[in-house]
């Protein structure tokens, strides 16, 4: 019997059927998960991100005991990272938000609500930024070029921009292009990361979701990388 995977539904006042639902599996497959049958790899992703539990501790005997148990899930690409887990980590977030995408322009299109719950969190005392791409960068420029969207990447910076404006207090704005190839989204001690790949758009980009197990790991790695840029970017103008 799966103790844990036992205990973390009835946390979460989940039955088989409810669970099996969320998932989209059979209720008697999550009968035979509760019996001690481990999960293929994509429903464990979904069973854990369901349960809000790490799911080292719910199929422990899959413990991993290196710097990759800060892994918590991998998709080929950002556009496949559920909705579901952008609003449940901007909406868990106590202390910090860093959102360092060139522009961030596709959390006002996954994310329902988020201007006013980023105004909620601003309001807290939370620490809310935004390091944005620099559009007139010669870098922004290039990959345009490449990129040859119709919704060109100063285009989105822009709307970024002045969806920010709508939130009270403002959030902290800083500018660089030197994270053009590399995205990181911090919610706290949990991040998503992605890596951009030749001339494809960033929902394209295989993305990662890490979560903090100690010092030294990859979370650090890249919460450090973000801070580093951050305190090295442009920051905006003061309005005339």
Same mark, same amino acid.
Request: charged share 25%; hydrophobic share 40%; proline share 7%.
């Given at each position: 019997? *799966?103790?844990?995977?036992?205990?973390?539904?009835?946390?979460?006042?989940?039955?088989?059927?409810?669970?099996?639902?969320?998932?989209? !599996? @059979?209720?008697?497959? !999550?009968?035979?998960?509760?019996?001690?049958? !481990?999960?293929?790899?994509?429903? +464990?992703?979904?069973?854990?991100?369901?349960?809000?539990?790490? =799911?080292?501790?719910?199929?422990?005997?899959?413990?991993?005991?290196?710097?990759?148990? =800060?892994?918590?899930?991998?998709?080929?690409?950002?556009?496949?990272?559920?909705? #579901?887990?952008? *609003? $449940?980590?901007?909406?868990?977030?106590?202390? +910090?938000?860093?959102?360092?995408?060139?522009?961030?322009?596709?959390?006002?299109?996954?994310?329902?609500?988020?201007?006013?719950?980023? +105004? *909620?969190?601003?309001?807290?005392?939370? $620490?809310?930024?935004?390091?944005?791409?620099?559009? @007139?960068?010669? !870098?922004?420029?290039?990959?345009?070029?490449?990129?040859?969207?119709?919704?060109?990447?100063?285009?989105?910076? $822009?709307?970024?921009?002045?969806?920010?404006?709508?939130? =009270?207090?403002?959030?902290?704005?800083?500018?660089?292009?030197?994270?053009?190839?590399?995205?990181?989204?911090?919610?706290?001690? #949990?991040?998503?990361?992605?890596?951009?790949?030749?001339?494809?758009?960033?929902?394209?980009?295989?993305?990662?979701?890490? +979560?903090?197990?100690?010092?030294?790991?990859?979370? $650090?790695?890249?919460? *450090?990388?973000? @801070?580093?840029?951050?305190?090295?970017?442009?920051?905006?103008?003061?309005?005339?």
């Amino acid at each position: 019997m *799966n103790t844990a995977l036992h205990v973390a539904m009835s946390r979460t006042g989940m039955t088989p059927a409810t669970l099996a639902g969320k998932v989209g !599996v @059979d209720p008697k497959t !999550v009968a035979r998960w509760l019996g001690g049958r !481990v999960p293929h790899p994509r429903h +464990r992703s979904q069973v854990a991100q369901v349960l809000r539990e790490d =799911e080292d501790v719910i199929w422990s005997g899959l413990l991993k005991r290196g710097y990759d148990r =800060e892994i918590r899930a991998a998709w080929p690409t950002r556009s496949a990272v559920p909705r #579901e887990l952008w *609003n $449940d980590l901007i909406h868990r977030a106590t202390s +910090r938000i860093w959102c360092a995408g060139y522009t961030s322009y596709f959390l006002w299109t996954e994310v329902p609500g988020i201007t006013p719950t980023l +105004r *909620n969190k601003a309001a807290s005392g939370l $620490d809310l930024r935004f390091l944005l791409g620099l559009k @007139d960068s010669p !870098v922004t420029h290039e990959r345009e070029r490449i990129e040859d969207a119709a919704l060109s990447i100063s285009t989105r910076i $822009d709307i970024t921009t002045a969806e920010l404006t709508k939130i =009270e207090p403002t959030p902290q704005v800083r500018h660089t292009d030197r994270h053009i190839s590399l995205s990181v989204w911090i919610f706290d001690d #949990e991040a998503l990361v992605s890596t951009h790949l030749a001339d494809q758009l960033g929902h394209a980009s295989p993305t990662l979701h890490i +979560r903090r197990r100690g010092p030294g790991g990859l979370f $650090d790695q890249y919460a *450090n990388h973000v @801070d580093h840029l951050w305190e090295t970017a442009h920051a905006p103008a003061p309005a005339p």
